[in-house]
């Protein structure tokens, strides 16, 4: 089993549209996990952390599920400007590194 | 402005011509990392400084040293580059590891070696 698995896509879905990005850990002893948020080959950019309780910014929610080892981002609302490739990121168990995946790329279209 | 940044950001070279990637940032982080990028395989980590003088090798050092004698500076080294280090090259750095500490990256080096 890959350390972080993604679903590539790509997604491509209308303005307006709610999407939800999935995402499996293998290291149950990880303890930070993240989205960033990846434009055109640039650098990576967070998103947001996640959290065990789930955390939510805006049009942007993220889930933790420890016992399924499952993270997941919804977007709402979608806008052009949301097209990106989205990387789901966990530590490893010391903490000395990210982990990330492998990204899944979404293109919103007007 | 806080900020990592990394130079050259493009760079064609040779086999077997040694060269070195820096990066530096203004942040008075304790932790820096470095990253490549190849299509995919997504982000691998290659090595990783918690402070000064303490560095340690990551999923992919093979081909790579690096080196950590200030704070701000953790240059990346390639002795003898070869074509599969061809690749697009990240630095990160963050307070620390914990879940709060969010790793910032340099805008990234696009190196090709012949």
């Known amino acids: 089993r890959k350390e972080v698995e993604q679903d590539p896509g790509p997604f491509n879905v209308p303005e307006g549209a709610t999407v939800a990005f999935n995402c499996t850990y293998s290291?149950?002893?990880?303890?930070?996990f993240f989205w960033y948020r990846q434009d055109c080959r640039k650098e990576p950019k967070l998103l947001m952390s996640?959290?065990?309780s789930g955390n939510e910014d805006g049009r942007f929610t993220a889930q933790l599920n420890r016992a399924s080892q499952y993270i997941s981002l919804l977007i709402r609302d979608s806008k052009l400007s949301d097209s990106a490739t989205y990387l789901c990121?966990?530590?490893?168990?010391?903490?000395?590194?990210?982990?990330f995946g492998k990204g899944t790329t979404l293109s919103v279209s007007s | 402005e806080a900020q990592v940044t990394q130079n050259p950001r493009y760079l064609i070279t040779v086999t077997g011509k040694k060269l070195t990637v820096t990066c530096s940032q203004n942040?008075?982080?304790?932790?820096m990392s470095w990253y490549r990028q190849d299509p995919g395989l997504g982000l691998r980590q290659i090595y990783y400084?918690?402070?000064?003088?303490?560095?340690d090798k990551g999923d992919v050092p093979e081909g790579y040293k690096v080196s950590r004698k200030e704070k701000r500076n953790f240059p990346l080294i390639l002795e003898s580059p070869s074509p599969n280090q061809t690749s697009l090259y990240f630095c990160?750095?963050?307070?620390?590891?914990?879940?709060?500490?969010?790793?910032?990256f340099g805008p990234g080096t696009r190196l090709t070696v012949l």
């Open positions: 996640v959290y065990s």
């Open positions: 400084s918690m402070n000064v003088e303490v560095t």
């Open positions: 290291n149950s002893a990880s303890q930070s």
């Open positions: 990160a750095s963050s307070l620390g590891t914990s879940s709060y500490n969010e790793q910032f």
């Open positions: 990121v966990v530590s490893n168990q010391a903490g000395t590194a990210l982990i």
């Open positions: 942040m008075n982080h304790e932790y």
